[in-house]
């Protein structure tokens, strides 16, 4: 831990003006609360807008664990987690069990999430109407008057090409039976997972400099239509290393070939499940399957 | 195999020491002094200095080195420094007509009141590579520089009125705020406060001084090709040093706490009148630490445009939209944005990965014949 900058990096005034924004997205459920994000030691876009939201919540008795992509090992997870230890010392785990605060880039935990936790999503674009309309004066606008035409008219249009909603991750979300919300680049898969969380979710875009949240048991509705409801993504496949047949899976191409595994995305529940003893068709030993 | 995939803490250490070496290069070479770097990349220094926010020579210097002369990563790392700094408080308003110029032009008068004063400018060189630039000075036998100092050759606080000034006397150009709230209001600041539409003159003026050079050149440009005409004049540019005045609350009155370099430019632009009002000119301002010429005449040029609606003008032209100009000028944010694409994106591409294998799929079945699956077996 370093002395050189105050606990968690950012300065006391900053950290407050940051949990007020932070208590306003609270009390106002799906609601982007716009805030003055700092400039981060990190890319905007590495995570500046999670960075900031985990500095102003974090104590120094939290315990922190810090995923991209699901797992606890990719590089930016582990640059962002090192950033904690170095600013902060507080713990870190693997364990979302055991974890007080977790801070994440595009997945929620498999394993369910207990009153207590504060769930730290990394959020690019915080607006889910952005792409249907470029303008924030209009965007604005259109959740103050309740507006939500267009995206149904555009989730009718995907319908009406496609046959089905094309769209996989992003999937917006009604908060609270009021705002519709991005669920940042998670894929659809985890959406069901915001519904009524015992978690407190809180969002950071540091760039678009917005704050929102989900409290705790707070209703989340996946956008659909009555003949066309919400449904999440399912794979022909098992996790060759668990097992597990419920579970967001990435695709791992094994050679150039055509040949590919699936493992679970969320390395820690994964992990927990071949301790318990369950396999998959290619975990033996340890040594990988052969190409 | 399937540990390769995922990165880890050696990846990165390794990655940073390659990164380091990289910086310094061949050993043999001497290593770049900071003090090199400020004295003699002056012009990289200041726009790192504009663009970081932060007016501080050594400093940025120090950014450029460590950043192996990346400017916009030299720009991030002042960025990253500023943000932490406490805020004392705001200076007093910089009184520009009691600069000490080295450089004093107005492409608008052949004289004025105070002299034109070419100063150090790349413009009348003839862009011809020196190849006695490539050994050192003594081998080199220069002559000496003029002993003058620039200060000698140009003794003039106080009578060195502004150009657009003597325009303004005649009534023929806008008051320089034009009147609106803003003159009483509190100034804003970009750095506290989330940006929001519409904003203010203060607040555009902030975003395009630390707003990218490029970005605000080619926008500027833009205008000048047709794209929100607005028939610009260089009314004046001047660099030189002026002195920052703070006024201690428990003082009450202003103190001088420092010296800092900073270039101005005043764009006269077309003029603009109507039933009641009578034709007059307009103004476009550009400002920024150090010598930096070329970007406060782009800042200028956006600044007029981004004055479309104020002056009731059809806004057509990307530089006269000020969500779009405003949102995407700071090379910070944008660089960290599109650059963040090299961060992994599994999870999002498996997903649109299933969903185009469906939808392939859902083609093949319509089909309906016994077309061989070459392409799903892929």
Aim: overall charge negative.
């Amino acid at each position: 831990m370093t002395d050189a900058y105050n606990f968690a990096y950012l300065d006391e005034q900053t950290k407050r003006m940051i949990r007020r924004a932070i208590l306003k997205a609270v009390a106002i459920p799906g609601y982007q609360v716009p805030f003055a994000a700092r400039e981060m030691p990190m890319p905007y876009g590495w995570g500046t807008g999670g960075v900031q939201v985990t500095a102003a919540v974090l104590g120094r008795d939290d315990v922190l664990k810090v995923i991209d992509q699901g797992s606890d090992d990719t590089t930016n997870a582990v640059s962002i987690r090192s950033f904690f230890v170095k600013t902060t010392g507080v713990a870190t785990t693997d364990k979302t069990v055991d974890a007080t605060v977790i801070q994440t880039r595009h997945r929620i935990p498999e394993t369910p999430l207990t009153a207590g936790q504060i769930l730290v999503y990394q959020v690019p674009i915080p607006e889910p109407l952005r792409f249907l309309e470029p303008r924030e004066t209009e965007t604005r606008r259109m959740h103050a008057l309740e507006d939500y035409g267009l995206m149904h008219v555009k989730l009718y249009e995907d319908i009406s090409k496609h046959g089905h909603i094309a769209t996989t991750y992003a999937y917006p979300v009604k908060v609270n039976g009021r705002y519709v919300t991005d669920p940042s680049p998670t894929p659809k898969f985890d959406n069901p997972k915001m519904n009524n969380s015992p978690a407190l979710q809180l969002f950071g875009a540091g760039r678009e400099k917005r704050i929102y949240a989900i409290p705790p048991f707070t209703e989340v509705v996946s956008l659909d239509f009555e003949d066309h409801p919400f449904a999440v993504q399912t794979w022909d496949n098992d996790c060759a290393l668990c097992g597990a047949t419920d579970t967001f899976l990435d695709e791992i191409i094994t050679d150039d070939r055509g040949s590919r595994m699936y493992v679970c995305s969320d390395s820690d529940y994964c992990q927990d499940r071949q301790a318990e003893g369950h396999q998959g068709d290619q975990s033996s030993s340890g040594s990988g399957a052969a190409a | 195999m399937y540990v390769a995939v995922k990165g880890g803490e050696k990846a990165i250490d390794n990655a940073h020491r390659l990164l380091a070496e990289e910086r310094r290069g061949d050993k043999e070479v001497p290593e770049l002094g900071t003090d090199q770097i400020k004295e003699q990349l002056g012009r990289a220094v200041d726009r790192v200095m504009t663009e970081g926010s932060l007016y501080d020579p050594k400093l940025a210097a120090l950014a450029i080195k460590q950043a192996a002369g990346d400017l916009i990563e030299a720009i991030f790392l002042i960025r990253a420094f500023r943000t932490t700094l406490p805020r004392f408080g705001y200076s007093a308003p910089l009184n520009v007509e009691n600069m000490r110029a080295r450089r004093r032009i107005s492409a608008t008068f052949k004289d004025v009141p105070g002299g034109q004063v070419l100063g150090p400018t790349f413009d009348y060189t003839h862009r011809l590579l020196d190849f006695a630039l490539e050994a050192e000075a003594d081998e080199r036998g220069d002559a000496p520089f003029p002993t003058q100092t620039s200060a000698e050759v140009i003794d003039l606080p106080g009578n060195m009125p502004r150009v657009l000034a003597q325009l303004s006397r005649e009534g023929l150009i806008e008051a320089a705020t034009p009147g609106t709230d803003e003159d009483t209001a509190e100034v804003g600041d970009i750095t506290r406060a989330p940006r929001t539409f519409p904003a203010d003159r203060d607040i555009r003026l902030q975003t395009l001084t630390r707003g990218d050079e490029g970005f605000l050149l080619a926008l500027g440009y833009s205008t000048q090709r047709g794209y929100g005409r607005t028939h610009p004049f260089a009314g004046e540019i001047r660099v030189g040093e002026v002195t920052v005045e703070f006024v201690p609350e428990e003082l009450g009155f202003p103190i001088e706490i420092g010296e800092i370099t900073i270039t101005e430019c005043e764009m006269i632009n077309q003029f603009s009148g109507s039933a009641t009002e009578k034709p007059k000119f307009t103004r476009g301002y550009g400002l920024g630490f150090g010598h930096v010429e070329r970007k406060a005449m782009s800042m200028a040029l956006v600044d007029r445009s981004l004055r479309a609606d104020e002056l009731g003008e059809a806004r057509t032209a990307p530089a006269q939209d000020e969500e779009f100009v405003l949102s995407h000028s700071d090379n910070v944010e944008a660089t960290g944005f599109v650059e963040h694409l090299k961060l992994p994106h599994y999870v999002d591409f498996q997903s649109e990965l299933e969903l185009v294998r469906k939808m392939r799929a859902a083609v093949d079945a319509a089909q309906d014949n016994q077309t061989d699956n070459i392409e799903a077996a892929e």
